[in-house]
């Protein structure tokens, strides 16, 4: 299977079949040779990237029952020309020895040769590459210098970012690793960390630069008691264990696997004494015999602040989801309130930007809890890393 193969069936399973794409590619890439699978990586994220705008560029000129495979092929081999500027010959030759029989060669063949240019789009949600129902939601919350600011986001290349692990590591163990600090414990590198010794001995880890600022908005102490309600992948809990002691320290998820995830990578980073769980989050008040100083509530949501890292949720989020998510986000803030002590504070977070699963739901919330203020809240949008909503919620009677 050439590279060209193997990008196809991850573009198409991720479509057709509702995949995710990182996950296809961890498992798929080893199927070619190192050098390659750069090229897969970016061919299949540019595609889903701006797989709106490529469709439109033949939309007019091919018949509804095209099958996805076909237009896929010809998404890939526009995105090749005109994002990789890959010779015109090179990418005729390539994608019409994809296509799956005699008729979709030739069709193929004669509309590579047809298309010279890029068309503009009329429709703003079609020039950004975004679902019709995604773009009007976002247009109808946000401001236009906003909206621009997240389309910015969506079509950037994520660059992945590191935090620091201040229980084994500190600045001078990272010179000559190429860094550049985004702040005192975030930072990016030209090269590739993650086979580097420091890495496998703990020293950092792999998290979003806005994820790893979160943390900061509970105010914490070393002899706080917290909860982390919705812990998975485990690095904003790592985050407070800086400075919370680890005996202190509670994480819960969902997910069984997650949670043993979270327990080998704890051990790695040096923190082994901190508390694991697995339940439903709105089981907890039922199962932990402990009330918490602080609170942490990165609760489930649409993702649609994490579209430019992940541009396969574009084809697996529906409208009709986001009432049962704000149902099951209201359940857990309202969850928290037998566990979280007077003059506590609750941080609510997600990684979306409805602002019916953020400020809107927390305004509900705070209508039905008149013994819970908001002490602030923001949507953070910028170039460093994900798009994210916090509110800092204090438990005052």
């Avoid at 008149?370 to 994900?386: A, S």
Wanted: charged share 30%.
């Amino acid at each position: 299977m050439n590279q060209r193969e193997l990008a196809l069936e991850i573009l198409y399973k991720t479509i057709k079949e509702e995949s995710y794409s990182n996950l296809l590619m961890r498992s798929e890439l080893n199927k070619i040779s190192p050098v390659k699978r750069p090229f897969v990586t970016n061919l299949v994220n540019g595609v889903l990237r701006n797989y709106e705008f490529l469709s439109f560029q033949f939309e007019d000129q091919i018949e509804q029952k095209t099958s996805l495979r076909c237009r896929l092929i010809l998404c890939m081999a526009l995105f090749e020309r005109f994002y990789f500027h890959e010779k015109d010959y090179v990418v005729n030759n390539e994608y019409v020895e994809l296509a799956a029989n005699r008729y979709e060669k030739s069709f193929v063949n004669a509309l590579l040769h047809k298309i010279k240019y890029l068309n503009p789009a009329n429709e703003e949600y079609t020039r950004y590459s975004l679902p019709e129902w995604i773009y009007k939601l976002l247009k109808a919350q946000y401001e236009e210098d906003d909206l621009l600011k997240i389309m910015e986001v969506y079509h950037r290349i994520p660059q992945t970012c590191y935090r620091i692990n201040r229980k084994k590591c500190d600045r001078k163990m990272l010179e000559g690793y190429n860094i550049e600090f985004i702040d005192d414990d975030v930072f990016r590198s030209s090269s590739n960390l993650l086979n580097s010794d420091l890495y496998k001995e703990g020293c950092f880890y792999v998290q979003d630069g806005n994820s790893a600022s979160l943390y900061r908005h509970l105010d914490l102490k070393e002899s706080d008691t917290l909860l982390d309600v919705c812990c998975a992948p485990g690095s904003k809990l790592f985050n407070c264990l800086d400075i919370v002691a680890q005996e202190n320290a509670y994480g819960n998820d969902l997910h069984a696997s997650r949670v043993e995830l979270i327990r080998k990578m704890g051990k790695k980073l040096g923190y082994e004494k901190f508390h694991l769980s697995n339940y439903d989050g709105r089981e907890l008040k039922d199962k932990l015999n402990v009330t918490f100083d602080k609170i942490l509530l990165d609760a489930p949501c649409s993702g649609l602040g994490v579209i430019g890292r992940k541009p396969d949720l574009k084809f697996h989020i529906r409208p009709q989801s986001l009432d049962e998510l704000q149902k099951l986000q209201l359940e857990l803030l309202e969850s928290m309130i037998p566990l979280l002590k007077k003059d506590g504070i609750l941080l609510y977070s997600t990684c979306t930007l409805n602002k019916k699963e953020n400020r809107k739901l927390v305004d509900s919330f705070l209508k039905k809890h008149d013994d819970h203020i908001l002490l602030e809240d923001d949507t953070i949008i910028n170039d460093i890393g994900d798009c994210f909503y916090y509110a800092k919620i204090k438990k005052v009677s």
